[in-house]
């Protein structure tokens, strides 16, 4: 039996897998078993910032494995302390809870938000219509797309949606009893759909005259992915809360919520908890991944090769009509196509390059943050074959 008769046999089948049978990665390039080589400008869903088999994560995880890889939160740990000091450092919040994953950050939140609206009568929770927060129950009660959520009912009381980008329906639904609003500042699933600064503004109005928390969601665009360190300060506005996970344990799994000490103080010893959360080894490789991100010209150089590669995006807009929008910031980039996108992702894998489709008609391109002109280049052409093969003459 081959390895993907064996999965289909062995495993729920929630995943549509690729074809690939990769045997490793080194920096931004996958290898096959059949020898092949593919450019990978999907970086494992936003996960590796620092490609693969990147020195500094190699030697962090293997010098930590060696002293210990689990001890449990019973511990103070080193590599969590030292994580939690450069995040704090970086993103001006006080405090720090670890997660396993963005969902469990999500659900985390979920949590502290309750609690901190329970002491002032505040109840209501609201995401964002065309929004992605998780797998989980609170996750998916935060969302309304039925793809996510169909079949899963019922879900959390006290939750609702509000369209995204639209200031009149924030207005309308938010109020005394509002505790709080998730929402990602680009959507990352739904499309690479980015918020605009009036909604933002309104938010932030809504925020002084009600007094919710804002939560944002950087699971996808922090650490780096959009030029800055998070996605929401390309706005004009400071969350309450964070939420990040993908790229901050370096490949390993990990997640956080990030607050002020105004929110944190609503927990206190054993109100929330987990046993993996945190994990020394994966916070070793978040160290040494944050160290790498925030060094001398690393993030400048995502912004500057962005916005090479939005420049050319441009002209390929000018010459291909069935590319209705390009979006995104940084090294976040959707292509809105006028038809489904899946059979040109499809067709650059077979010219070797990876990249992702969502929302039906949006090629999601998410680089590891090395990628240089190069690379960018390679998927240009790639990707100007696609959009020629399925133009229509
Ligand atoms: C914006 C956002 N929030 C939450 C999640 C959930 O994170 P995880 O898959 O680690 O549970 C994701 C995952 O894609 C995401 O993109």
Redesign the pocket.
């Given at each position: 039996m081959t390895l993907q008769e064996k999965e289909s046999q062995l495993f729920f089948h929630t995943y549509k897998r690729l074809f690939l049978e990769v045997v490793r990665g080194e920096g931004c390039y996958l290898f096959t078993r059949d020898g092949k080589k593919y450019l990978d400008m999907f970086s494992g869903?936003?996960v590796n910032a620092l490609g693969y088999a990147h020195p500094v994560i190699v030697k962090a995880i293997e010098e930590q494995a060696r002293k210990y890889t689990h001890l449990s939160n019973f511990f103070i740990q080193e590599p969590q302390v030292q994580l939690a000091e450069r995040l704090i450092q970086l993103s001006g919040f006080e405090k720090v809870f670890f997660s396993n994953?963005?969902?469990?950050a999500?659900e985390g939140s979920i949590k502290l938000v309750r609690k901190w609206g329970k002491t002032r009568n505040k109840k209501i929770i609201f995401g964002m219509s065309n929004g992605?927060?998780?797998?989980t129950m609170g996750?998916l009660s935060l969302m309304d797309k039925e793809k996510y959520r169909e079949g899963y009912e019922p879900f959390l009381p006290n939750f609702g949606t509000i369209c995204y980008n639209d200031a009149h329906d924030l207005k309308s639904k938010i109020d005394d009893n509002t505790a709080a609003v998730f929402l990602?500042f680009i959507?990352?699933?739904g499309g690479i759909v980015c918020a605009s600064p009036e909604f933002i503004a309104t938010l932030k109005e809504l925020r002084n005259k009600f007094n919710f928390l804002i939560v944002a969601?950087e699971?996808?665009?922090g650490i780096g992915r959009t030029g800055k360190f998070f996605g929401y300060q390309h706005f004009d506005i400071i969350p309450d809360i964070v939420?990040i996970?993908?790229p901050i344990g370096g490949g390993l799994p990990l997640?956080a919520i990030l607050g002020s000490n105004k929110v944190a103080e609503v927990w206190h010893y054993g109100v929330h908890g987990t046993t993996f959360g945190g994990n020394p080894v994966a916070c070793a490789a978040g160290v040494a991944t944050l160290e790498t991100v925030m060094k001398d010209e690393f993030l400048s150089n995502v912004k500057n090769t962005a916005q090479y590669f939005f420049s050319k995006l441009n002209n390929l807009k000018s010459r291909f009509p069935i590319i209705k929008e390009i979006r995104g910031y940084g090294y976040m980039i959707g292509i809105d196509l006028t038809i489904e996108s899946s059979p040109l992702v499809d067709e650059m894998l077979r010219q070797g390059v990876l990249v992702n489709s969502t929302a039906s008609t949006v090629i999601r391109i998410l680089p590891p943050l090395i990628a240089g002109k190069p690379e960018f280049d390679t998927l240009l052409n790639v990707l100007e074959n696609v959009l020629a093969e399925h133009s229509v003459v």
């Open positions: 869903l936003a994953s963005g969902t469990e999500i992605f927060s998780g797998r996750a990602e959507q990352g699933e969601d699971i996808q665009s939420t996970a993908k997640g």
